[in-house]
């Protein structure tokens, strides 16, 4: 998704037109959900997806002859025998996708600073007119609500601005787009944008790395600390959106972290592992994970408990990291531990370390 707003504004600043596909609604089983995005460039290429098969054939069909001369529109599909995949197999439920085709600069702006917001860790809630009989609030018009209060853009109807902004608090909260209907004439596609969690991974050898490119495939921010110049570089690291070479504990102290931190301790020893478990275990990350055998993890912990740090903060620790997929290799541990940050991502009610995930995970030399 952030591939797609960083390149927008480059279309429109080169004065090409790229087709901006969005799922808006679905209903019943369908192959993506509402937020879904592909944007197709002036060479046919694609960044993102709707899903496959015979529907984003066809949107993407219809959107290549918009943008031509046309303008944005709203397509509706019944996934039925007629969008049927290749292997026979019919998801029977409905989409509507809306073509889009920014191109003005006001447009290019907005998604600029929907960028620059979003690094700024602000949630922010966009929505876009895809239907309207409306003479002021005309089809592909956007806003931008941000929760520091700042509003960008607009729908062209003040009213509907009104009645669009009330339902911020509810759309971020439930993390899910959709469309929101002010009358039976105009309909506005509500998206959250909640700011990209960052993952900061304490140790740059060959787990770390692995880690690195698949965490930033994830849509995490990727923040790495070593202090080995040569492991922590960004020939190996090239996903890294910052890295940090100093002492890995005092770094760790020092970086801010909140509720969108995701800490992975995965350094080259049990000395470096205590030290930078000792830096973060008190703070408010939303996920702490330390690599390691049941017995490593257990000196660590009752180092860490000889020193003051209370029980209920080492309870908190997924220790060892990851989930339980019997991995030996590096990818496969480094799949393991990017499972359980998706897993941990995707739940709103804050899950904690289970005594059933208890040890299991696999010690290898980094």
């Not at 700042?150 to 009645?163: F, M, S, Y």
């Not at 993952?199 to 490119?213: E, M, P, S």
Request: hydrophobic fraction near 40%.
């Amino acid at each position: 998704m952030r591939a797609i707003y960083q390149k927008i504004p480059e279309l429109i600043a080169s004065e090409q037109v790229g087709a901006y596909c969005t799922v808006v609604e679905t209903k019943g089983s369908t192959p993506q959900k509402p937020g879904a995005k592909l944007l197709i460039l002036p060479d046919l290429r694609n960044i993102g997806t709707l899903g496959g098969g015979c529907v984003e054939a066809e949107a993407r069909r219809q959107a290549i002859g918009l943008m031509q001369d046309g303008n944005p529109r709203l397509l509706e599909f019944q996934l039925d025998s007629d969008y049927g995949w290749d292997d026979g197999l019919i998801c029977g439920g409905n989409m509507k996708i809306f073509i889009d085709l920014p191109q003005t600069r006001s447009e290019a702006e907005m998604f600029n600073r929907l960028q620059e917001l979003n690094a700024e860790k602000i949630p922010l809630m966009c929505a876009t007119v895809v239907k309207s009989n409306n003479q002021t609030a005309k089809i592909g018009m956007k806003m931008i609500f941000a929760t520091n209060g700042e509003r960008i853009g607009t729908l062209g109807n003040t009213a509907l601005e009104a009645d669009v902004e009330n339902q911020i608090t509810d759309i971020l909260e439930k993390n899910s787009a959709g469309l929101f209907q002010q009358d039976d004439t105009t309909s506005v596609f509500l998206e959250p944008l909640q700011p990209r969690p960052t993952l900061l991974i304490a140790g740059a050898g060959h787990v770390g790395q692995a880690l690195c490119h698949i965490g930033s495939w994830l849509d995490f921010d990727i923040v790495i600390v070593d202090d080995r110049a040569d492991f922590a570089s960004a020939e190996r690291l090239p996903e890294a959106d910052e890295i940090i070479i100093g002492d890995i504990a005092e770094e760790l102290q020092k970086y801010p972290k909140n509720h969108l931190t995701y800490v992975v301790i995965v350094t080259r020893g049990h000395q470096h592992d205590e030290s930078a478990l000792h830096s973060v275990v008190e703070s408010n990350a939303r996920y702490i994970g330390l690599i390691g055998s049941r017995r490593k993890i257990k000196l660590i912990f009752d180092d860490l408990l000889d020193i003051g740090i209370p029980q209920e903060k080492l309870q908190r620790v997924y220790a060892p990291i990851g989930l339980d997929i019997n991995s030996k290799t590096v990818p496969e541990i480094a799949v393991s531990i990017a499972s359980q940050l998706i897993q941990i991502r995707n739940c709103s009610d804050g899950m904690q370390p289970s005594e059933s995930q208890a040890l299991r995970m696999p010690t290898i030399k980094l």
